[in-house]
């Protein structure tokens, strides 16, 4: 299964749903994560966020794109719809993760908005917290207890982020998981809003025939 | 995969889930549904709604137990959540479909009630649409294109419910079913809410692997 | 009574409440539609969607305005106020339908902005939802059994909208109505949901009023 | 048309929707109003609030029924469904005003509650507030300038209420006539939540036909 | 000033305010919890859940009442309302702490419902979330960090509750601090839905006035 | 304690918070308030609506801050975020005051989103409304029996807005003074939505711990 992320800056995917779409990898599902913005107004001491969103993405193992917009000013209309809409073609995404539509942040206020707005034709859209985002309702969940730990490691990659009295705090994202996996009856868990989730019933089974086919040629 | 439906009387299930179920039988999970009255107060010129719900249960394929509460006086304490309790426990149920919380009807509030409240350690539980729901905002789509047609198959048992002039309209069924289609990014869909929805990114791998190691040793 | 309604794109006013305006049309109030875009991004083949809404409006026996706009950048401030400031003005309107808050497509959401901006004297605000609105809760419905038939013509005018694959899928739109009607108790509704509706209590007795006099001095 | 308006206690009518009522008594609609408890925990110094309340509804011009449930124990259930039941029939209501669904007192949420149930297949449904009510968001607007001095005049009616330190206070209430009216954008007005108004476009024309023809008879 | 806060079982009040009603104690609040029902359904090997809420009560610093409900049949009418009613008049209460009102238990329901409808005079009501709370959407936030440890200490003395497989998870109570704090732009926090919140901008003044008459005099 | 207060035009903040505002200055808190735009769109036959917010300003005992944007384009990206970012700085604001999240107003919008994400590291964000403010639940409360006067009177120094037909209608104002109160249990009221507020609960005790200091060593 074809997977797409979109964040607005360097870190954002990994801090929303970095352990999900490394449960996407151990399954062979192909990850992309888009990042809309470099993130030059975050960066501390001339560190390049971009390097370290690429070492994050090294270690999670999926793709990175840009979509080359300045921080602070992503727009949310057919300027970032087009870089998504290429994004969700390129990539052949069935499911897309995003920002959810209630966050602080406007940056990830329009990634979110022009990412639903690109994914009009997906089934699945599932939107994700940051530390700005409010009024946040999950009601899907995933178990994240064994790659909770590549999580954190994937953020430490954003060493100007998460450095002393930055605004990344590993200790709170892991009480955060441990609390929505509460929520969700797990032990650890990252939880999204659904815009939509189209769920295959069918998959199971799917998935099982060509295996047997190969079996049975065997 | 155990799957328990519950619902306030005959024919409830079948309205809010039964394509769905359907997928699930198709599946091979094994399903159960759980009407809490016998509806006696809907009764059409003495047909017996027990035997209508007995042969839909047939045809769907899905064994069927009753609450044996009286219509119209579906409680949601702890009388209720001790029989759907019982349920759960005597299914080994992993996946709870029940009323949608807002409802006209106090037997479909107080089955969706109680029947949350039993489900209190399951990870997941979704709620569906009758007639008498009001403010539902689904975000789970289940494609039914296969399977549509064998639920109105099953409505129709409830012959007392679908004559001229019953409260169960397989017009407006169908045209439902079209719209929450379009709502979903495909053509037929049952919708849901989300109590909360465990979403297993593991399935697939986990499925295929005994496969593979069958084809392995082939 | 003076009637505006408001929309992005050619085609929009009419699957959002095409069949009320007739109805609107039918009870002799005059019914101006306003169109903030021509629809560039739409077109298909070289057909053009401003002479399909001339057709559109000609079938349903409303006056057209055009916005004049940018397709896919409809703006929701003050240039956007205006022109819909000057539409209310022009018109006398009282009564005042645009697009839902919530919805996917940006020129929908900032048609919708600056409609309710605009209208901020009226009493009667409604909005309407099209297929990409979000989490629409209609509560306000309009018996359209009689104009549903023609609704569907003047949607047929818009010829690179319904053709095979186009967006606009003419099955949905009768099925939507079919389901909006089922919740409003009647067969065939167009639903809406009402920033404000200012119901006039008075209207039968003022109507037939002059007519008595009138009789009465016959 | 036919109206009924359906209230906890005596008082709770006419401070929800004693105004509108009496704009429906002006047009010459019919109007019952449902107590359905005698309010005997809210006596004062012997004073009945049956009398009270048969001396409002002479006031407003309305027919009134009684619902005989027991002050602080109206049920939600059948019983009370019942008796709304025989109400809607014995009236021919079309439109049922009752109270708004988030409310502190219980009897005010068992009153809507069993009144949205009995109203099943009643294309109007509308919910008042009262100072109990929470979270109250009117969307529909009544214009009461010529009738809430008459309203005040019925709630004087209700004696053991409006007394000194009692739990009406008119100031209160005309304060709260001119709030909404600025939110409906008229001087005065009653605001009601709509679980669902079918909006009939065709009367003012209707209503003028007989009129017309009549005079043309002249 | 003084302070009630009412839960349905032992422990659900330390669980939801525990922290925040040991800062209401450090700065000289007079503090009371009453507790519906005696918990009988959670009891484990005799243990008695009355004797360990006395303890924790003790270590709390406050004082406890009894509703004397039973367990799993808390009633949210006229007859627990009359005992919140006496608890608020008995001590003078101007705040009230209580479950919030979504929550899959029905007892936390019933007792919220209750309590809300019995502080129908106080101008501050502020709602707690348990681990059954759903669409728990905080707004005001207490700081917590000084009172977190001895609040984990007094849920450690519902013994029957802590030990392993029990219902109660200080782990997740301890993140779930941590969780809400950083929600609150601090580090550990309780947070509360507020029914309404009466903010006395006079207190620092009006608490100076007698300190500094009374140094005056000194 | 330093508060600021942030308002799209000149009035906006008397308004929404201006007696509470009040309170502020009458218990010592040193207050400044911000004003976006000049509101050259609202001028009157000359008038300078500069003069009288700075009048109002003085009425209020305030201190004044213009944003200096264009009335009808106030931005809600990084350029109006850096200009309330240094009204929090200058002023070392805990608490800040603003525009509620809906409503039609665009300028109003703006400025709340703004300020909102400005105040990304206070503990206490209060929103109010305004007579373009939609679906607004106040949750807290403001005693302003004492301060309503002196609001009125310094909504009277913006002569343009309160002259007849003018957009600022006091009668209006009072009476929604008057309903918020009842909501909120006592006689006036100005009511917010909180973003959140960080609910100081050490502040009495602290505040006497010096004065008690001095006097045991009196």
Same mark, same amino acid.
């Given at each position: 299964?074809? $997977? &797409?992320?979109?964040?607005?800056? @360097? ?7 970095? +352990? ?13 994560? &888009? $990042?809309?913005?470099?993130?030059? /107004?975050? /960066? ?28 602070? !000013?992503?727009?949310?209309? #057919?300027? %970032? ?6 994004? $969700? %073609? +390129? ?7 995003? =920002?959810?539509? =209630?966050?602080?942040?406007?940056? =990830? ?9 690109? %994914? ?9 917290? *940051? ?7 999950? *009601?899907?969940?995933?178990? $994240? ?12 990659? =954003? &060493? !100007? ?5 930055? @605004? ?26 659904? %815009?939509? &989730? ?5 998959? #199971? ?10 079996? *049975?040629?065997?």
């Amino acid at each position: 299964m074809q $997977v &797409l992320a979109v964040g607005a800056h @360097p870190d954002d995917v990994e801090l929303g749903c970095g +352990a999900t779409l490394l449960r996407h990898v151990a399954r062979g599902d192909a990850v992309t994560i &888009l $990042v809309m913005t470099a993130g030059q /107004r975050g /960066r501390v001491d001339g560190m390049s966020r971009q390097v370290e969103q690429e070492e994050a993405a090294t270690q999670l193992g999926v793709d990175l794109r840009w979509g080359g917009f300045r921080d602070g !000013s992503v727009p949310d209309g #057919p300027e %970032a719809i087009t870089v998504i809409d290429e994004a $969700v %073609a +390129a990539t052949g995404a069935e499911i897309l993760y995003t =920002h959810a539509a =209630h966050d602080t942040h406007q940056d =990830h206020r329009a990634t979110a908005t022009a990412s639903v707005a690109a %994914a009009r034709r997906l089934p699945t859209v599932l939107q994700f917290e *940051t530390p700005s985002t409010q009024n946040f309702e999950p *009601t899907i969940y995933v178990d $994240v207890a064994e790659t909770l730990g590549a999580k954190l490691g994937a953020l430490r990659s =954003h &060493l !100007s982020q998460v450095l002393r009295q930055g @605004p990344v705090d590993l200790e709170a994202v892991e009480a955060q998981a441990r609390f929505r996996g509460s929520q969700g009856r797990i032990r650890y868990a990252e939880g999204f809003e659904a %815009a939509r &989730l189209g769920w295959d019933l069918a998959s #199971p089974a799917a998935a099982m025939a060509p295996a047997l086919a190969f079996a *049975t040629s065997g």
